[in-house]
């Protein structure tokens, strides 16, 4: 299976590293704007460069901007795309513009990220959703760099402080690098609009907390992962490029679950 990557940075490069060993996976090109220097030969600097490989799935791991300059390319040309910057479809034009594109060619993808429960959630929403609920609990590190830091003082805060409560859209666009989770469970459940989100800054969090609660006809799910970050980026759990990993190995195999 030849599979193009759009980005180079801490998801790319370990998601690079994993596909390189498995021996059915080949990396035909990485896109990335200035190129890597240890991926010189399969790096391109363009777009249709990418396409050319004829990749059989193109992977985006490169943020929000890349995914709305790429996204519909990469779909008309027939395509499967998967995406990690599912925030990016918090934007009501482009998400409509990637499904209009889907319809016509490749298929877009969506990986769970850091987050389970999704497949039971899509599952409850066929069955009748009432609610849905997200709380995302961080270290102040991984809040950084982020508008967390004008609502809440990271550097002082000595106990659990919820610095956020809106809807999922809302949060998706304020926080691109933290918050594409709450797009997932949006997409999963009842819309952007009906998913209240809880964004919470904690000093004694040890890693990405992410739990849900969910209820209507069918009873109530209740779900929780605490995950550890990534090395090369605190933002980013470490099951996110994990996430990408399943879905891939799904994506190619002959008996999926």
């Not at 910057?85 to 594109?101: F, K």
């Not at 990271?154 to 926080?175: N, Q």
């Amino acid at each position: 299976m030849k599979i193009a990557v759009i980005g180079y940075g801490a998801i790319g490069r370990f998601l690079i590293e994993q596909l390189d060993a498995v021996p059915d996976f080949e990396i035909a090109a990485v896109y990335s704007v200035p190129a890597p220097p240890d991926r010189a030969e399969r790096v391109v600097d363009d777009l249709d460069a990418l396409l050319a490989t004829r990749p059989d799935l193109v992977v985006e791991c490169a943020g929000h901007r890349a995914l709305s300059e790429c996204g519909e390319a990469v779909l008309r040309s027939g395509v499967d795309l998967l995406v990690v910057s599912v925030g990016a479809l918090a934007d009501p034009a482009l998400e409509q513009q990637l499904r209009t594109a889907a319809r016509h060619g490749g298929r877009l993808l969506i990986a769970a990220g850091a987050l389970s429960g999704l497949d039971a959630l899509s599952t409850a929403r066929e069955a009748g959703l009432d609610s849905v609920s997200y709380v995302g609990k961080k270290a102040p590190a991984a809040w950084t760099n982020t508008p967390a830091e004008d609502m809440v003082d990271l550097t002082s805060i000595t106990s659990a402080v919820t610095f956020l409560e809106c809807d999922a859209r809302t949060a998706a666009l304020r926080f691109p690098q933290n918050a594409n989770v709450v797009a997932a469970i949006a997409l999963a459940g009842l819309g952007f609009e009906r998913t209240q989100v809880s964004l919470v800054v904690d000093p004694a969090s040890n890693g990405n907390n992410h739990s849900f609660v969910a209820r209507g006809a069918f009873g109530e799910i209740a779900m929780t992962t605490r995950s550890a970050t990534l090395p090369a980026n605190p933002k980013t759990s470490m099951l996110a490029p994990y996430s990408l990993v399943q879905t891939i190995k799904k994506h190619a195999g002959l008996i999926i679950v």
